[in-house]
């Protein structure tokens, strides 16, 4: 198996969305109520405390027009190359990729 590495620092979907959100002039609180969610919530995304969520993606999608799969695509990239600086979880696959080898 080869090792896959994206060679940049992951961005969390909630960058992204703080960025669009502050260049169209909206309220967090605006965009809280119109996706019908705390205005905790929201601020914890736009500032990658919270992942997001396929349900989250698709509010989001429905109230700024962001395609809620791309959205999506930003997060699991954000988690798996969280997951691949993991030096301990690296260790534990390095040990079941040696054990499977010899079954």
Do not use: W
Not at 8 to 18: A, D, I, Q
Not at 90 to 98: H, S
């Amino acid at each position: 198996m080869r090792k896959t590495e994206y060679g940049f620092s992951p961005t969390h979907p909630g960058e992204v969305l703080k960025d669009e959100i502050e260049y169209r002039g909206i309220t967090q609180g605006k965009i809280a109520a119109q996706m019908g969610m705390s205005y905790k919530m929201l601020n914890d995304i736009l500032n990658c405390r919270r992942p997001l969520t396929a349900t989250t993606a698709m509010l989001f999608e429905a109230v700024l027009d962001i395609p809620a799969d791309s959205l999506m695509n930003l997060q699991l990239k954000y988690n798996m190359q969280i997951v691949r600086k993991d030096k301990k979880f690296a260790e534990r696959l390095a040990q079941i990729r040696k054990t499977a080898s010899m079954l």
